[in-house]
């Protein structure tokens, strides 16, 4: 596409523009890492240090507060189990609501489309008098769950969106070629939705990572703590405030984003695509 | 392997799209369903492959009822009209998912997967990607993978609709080639009769979910038993003449002009209405009963030309003649229409015998 594209338009002048407006942004990223590497005189915009202790937190764990590393263990428990349900949900219900002759499919299809527009907030007190009530309130279990389920409706529409694009004649072709509908769909319809499947993982990873609020509420005791919910703690606490460490932990945090984003970019592109190519 | 359908009835929902269809495919016999768009041969196609259930009536292979049989019991080759090849598997991987299925060793089904593509001519494609072939191309991989298994049966839906017209010409062949060679019981639904004459060895004809007739193909062609079935086949179509019967001849409708009527047919009674079905090779010929019409539009066909001879009544005629330079536009022209040859049907168009 882009080699197609660059002969019949220049592309310069679009990548300079680009640069310009996107300047500022990345001198404000690059500020952050020099940041954290260094120390500056107040009121100075030159460094004149270089050091590590702004990374101590990887070492060493004040006294009062969680290791960084269980907050990490938490987070990456939060968001790969949450991504796993999500996943193993999606591809089920998508495929029995793009395919199957299911009685209320109409219903179902209306309610994953609602839900998907549902705001999250309203249903937080109703949520944590749940919680409270079976006994999952601060555990990640709990919060899992919750998170799994608001991210159900769009996994299970994407899902959908993917199935439908694979021909049903594919499908009849299996079954007349004597394969069981559980074998059609996993050797040939499986492979052809592979693309939406990792682009789903990657983006509810990535929004379980992220994901503040849900955490915050349900599970703010120190030991089930995610990262989101330790970086806040740390601005919460105004005894001791240390701005380069609150940079240094934040920078961190998204380094997983960047790297799995870099990763993956292509991938997360199909799920505005619909899906058609993979 | 010898296929019935026995008061055969297909409905979705409340709609009745097939009602009481009975038919039978002889073994090794290659069968067209020919019908216009919509009329139920794709849905009778695929209850016969078990992707739908019958609502009604039976559906046997040779002596085996296989109404309530699954699709993967029946042991049935589909080529879908997209031909639905595996985007994701090379050609070989293709061909040899029935057999995989099967759970055939590797070994064997090397060998079966080799000796069909050899007797399809695709053996050189084995290493490629579908989308790497052209449309007549996949059109053979389709029909490997249908008769890898050895099915008893084999369907095909529109095989020859998404290929351009030389495609055609040569696929035609090839099916009717691969299908004698193996000797399969196999049904073609089409909506092209030409397809249908060419390939089959008897054709059903069918319109809004009922079979209206089933005979060989020259047989449909000379001896039709509805109008429908004289203008669905023929091309160019068959022209129809309106009029009354007086002594043994027919007045045309709004004219003096008069057609004889075949001596062969059961004289109908003075003032029946009737219509007359004349097919474009019938006139212009050198014996039978003129009739005087201006011409009103040539087709160059390369060969021959196709000629409308516009009556004094507005009904038109259609002549197929080889290429006459003594004609031309608006001209008049006094030409004989080969009345022992004219089919004569009552106003129901039914045909009277
Ligand atoms: N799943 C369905 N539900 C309801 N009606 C259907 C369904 N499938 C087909 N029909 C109807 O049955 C009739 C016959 O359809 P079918 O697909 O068999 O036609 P066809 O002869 O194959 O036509 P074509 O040449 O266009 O493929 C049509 O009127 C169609 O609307
Ligand atoms: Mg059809």
Redesign the interface.
Known sequence: MSNENSRNFKSWPVTIILTVFSLPILVMYLYLVVDTFTNTEPGSLIPNEFTFEHWRFLWETEPGRVSIWTATLNTLIFASVMTALVLSVSLTAGYALSRLNMPYRRFFLGGVLTLHAFPTVTLVIALFIVLQMVGLYNTLIGVIFIKAALMLPFGIWVMKGFYDTVPWEIEMAGVQDGASRFMVWHKLVLPQIKPGLIALGVFSFLEGWSEYVLPQIFTPDADVQVLSVYLASLIADDQNFDFNLFKSIGLFYIMPVIVLYLLFQNKLMNIYGGGSKG | MRILLDKFTKKFDDTVVINDMDLEIKDGELMALLGPSGCGKSTTL?SI???YQCSGGRILFGDRDVSNVS??QRN???V???Y?L???MSIYENIA??LM??KMDAAQIKKEVHAIAKLVHIGDLLERRPSQLSGGQQQRVALC??LV?RPDVLLLDEPLANLDAKLRLEMRSEIRRIQQETGITAILVTHDQVEAMSMCDRIALMDEGKVLQVTTPNDMYHNPQTDFVASFLGNPPIAFLEGEVAGNQVLLNGSQLKVALPSSIRQPDNGTKVRLGVRPELVGTDRGNAVAGRISFIETQGRENLYDLTLDNGAVLRSIQAVRSDISMGQTANWNIDTERVLVFDTNGQRLL
């Open positions: 695929f492959c078990g992707i699709s993967q049935v080759g589909v879908f009209q997209n639905a595996y985007p994701h998912f029935p299925v099967k993978r249908a298994r």
